[in-house]
């Protein structure tokens, strides 16, 4: 089945202890992004990747990084959580054949609680 | 300004009605435009694709685009309890189609009563 997975689904950390969220895709997608959802904001891309060793910032992302050493593994690393990173994540990925279409495929999201 | 306003709702119709759902943008570049639905607890699934203006038809589903007044709708007819959903419109410009960056309107929630 062609799907995206994020881990984990829920978690409740606290201030400064560094986390990373998982991502995977099973469809050889090239491009990669992140997004969080927060209440009255939509989604809001905090990185993207093109390719293999290719990322770059989207419209948030103080306080994230990103790796992506493989194809279909894009990770998000918050190295110091603050309470204001506190949100819905979401992971998502397209095919550069869709041609400009960008159908995003995303994950079941996770939901990041900073205390 | 937002580049794209979607009335959050909630908009709440009785089964069998025709729903509306609108955004309108700022941004003349943007040429390609979808309607993601989103159940709760769930990650948005695309349920439309329109490129440039016109209409588009898929099942009780029909996007259409107005460019001139930058202005798109999703309609919804013979609506049923399993369209309760969230549903959010994002569009991209050409340029942004290597990058796979889209702007999202906030998201309509619907609920669609038995």
């Known amino acids: 089945e062609a799907q995206v997975t994020q881990n984990p689904r829920y978690l409740i950390t606290v201030t400064g202890k560094k986390l990373t969220v998982t991502c995977s895709q099973n469809?050889?997608?090239?491009?990669m992004s992140w997004y969080r959802q927060d209440p009255g904001l939509g989604l809001r891309q905090i990185y993207y990747?093109?390719?293999?060793?290719?990322?770059d910032k989207g419209d948030v992302p103080e306080g994230y990084k990103v790796s992506r050493k493989e194809k279909r593994n894009f990770p998000l690393i918050l190295e110091s959580p603050s309470p204001n990173q506190t949100s819905l994540y979401f992971c998502?990925?397209?095919?550069?054949?869709?041609?400009?279409?960008?159908?995003?495929?995303f994950g079941p999201g996770t939901r990041l609680t900073v205390l | 300004q937002k580049e794209v306003e979607q009335d959050p709702g909630p908009l709440s119709v009785p089964e069998g009605a025709i729903v509306s759902l609108n955004c309108t943008y700022s941004?003349?570049?943007?040429?390609?435009f979808m309607w993601y639905r989103q159940y709760s607890r769930k990650g948005p699934e695309l349920l439309m694709y329109?490129?440039?203006?016109g209409n588009k038809e898929d099942g009780r589903f029909t996007a259409q685009v107005d460019k001139s007044s930058k202005y798109i709708s999703l309609f919804i007819r013979d609506s049923q309890p399993s369209d309760s959903a969230t549903y959010l419109c994002?569009?991209?410009?050409?340029?942004?189609?290597?990058?796979?960056?889209?702007?999202f309107g906030q998201g309509t929630t619907l609920q669609v009563k038995p």
């Open positions: 998502a990925s397209s095919s550069r054949l869709a041609g400009g279409r960008n159908e995003q495929f």
């Open positions: 941004n003349s570049a943007f040429q390609y």
């Open positions: 990747s093109m390719n293999v060793e290719v990322t």
């Open positions: 329109t490129y440039s203006s």
């Open positions: 469809m050889n997608h090239e491009y």
């Open positions: 994002a569009m991209s410009a050409p340029g942004s189609s290597n990058t796979g960056k889209l702007i």
